[in-house]
């Protein structure tokens, strides 16, 4: 799931994207402070929900539902505001939900429960990346195409980022146990956010949108947009069992010693 968050208030912002977060642990969250941002970001069409301030300086979150849907149509909009005298206006627009501050985590659990338009969860071996770890590091694409990575340690980083199994990483443990470089200073870790942002232009070239979070200065594989041989072994797989012979990407020295490679071991 792909949600928008938007709010000109630093701290409400936060507030509400560490509420869906731990609501939607899996959900890629893309949040703004300002209308002209998200006017500026160019993947509109994607969106499967939107949490949005109806005050947002110059341009009012009823105006960024209008464009939102122009994009995503079957997007939920849920506005978030103080202004109860915005609710007529904001009903005019037909959206999933209201919700006035301050709110609770229960309130917008709610909201998520009462979607007028439901994602539709991606079916195993669909649209999704294949991605192989036993034996060699390899990625495939639609049609099992091999995907084309710029930069070779923008690879191995998406190798890094599957092997932690969806648990999200710093730029700083990047550095340290795929550049293995101890001291993490400025350059390093625009280095580092450089490599990344690579990685996620390979992979949207690719047509895979979805299998990158960024959020909070961490990022982490979505797993459910990926189909890996690993998680299927760790989720008592018969196949992928039988596909294993012993060897975990062997491309990467780092991978010996993962906390994945143990609990192989320990299967």
Known sequence: MKILAI???RFALQM???????????AEIV??????????????SSFDAAFLDIRIGK??????????????PQCNIVF??????????AIQMRPSGYIMK???????????????????????GGNKLKVRTFG?????????????????????IFAYLIDQCGYPVTSREIAADVLEVEEFDRPTSKKVSQYVSDLIKDLELAGYNNVIIKQNRQIQINKEAVDCDLYDLFAGDTAALNSYHGEYMIDYSWAEISDSADRIKSL
């Open 136 to 156: 060699n590091f390899r990625v495939f694409g639609s049609e099992d195409i091999p995907m084309k990575f710029s930069r070779t340690i923008s690879k191995e």
């Open 16 to 26: 509400l994207v560490e509420t869906i977060s731990k609501i939607k642990p899996e």
């Open 59 to 72: 341009m009012s979150g009823i105006q960024v539902a209008i464009e939102l849907k122009k994009h995503s």
């Open 31 to 44: 949040a703004f402070r300002r209308a002209s941002q998200f006017l500026e970001y160019e993947d509109k």
């Open 102 to 124: 301050p709110y609770t985590e229960e309130d917008i659990r709610n909201e998520f429960e009462n979607f007028r338009y439901v994602p539709q969860p991606e079916k195993k």
């Open 80 to 89: 978030v505001t103080s202004y109860s005298e915005y609710a007529f206006a």
């Open 7 to 9: 709010d000109d208030e």
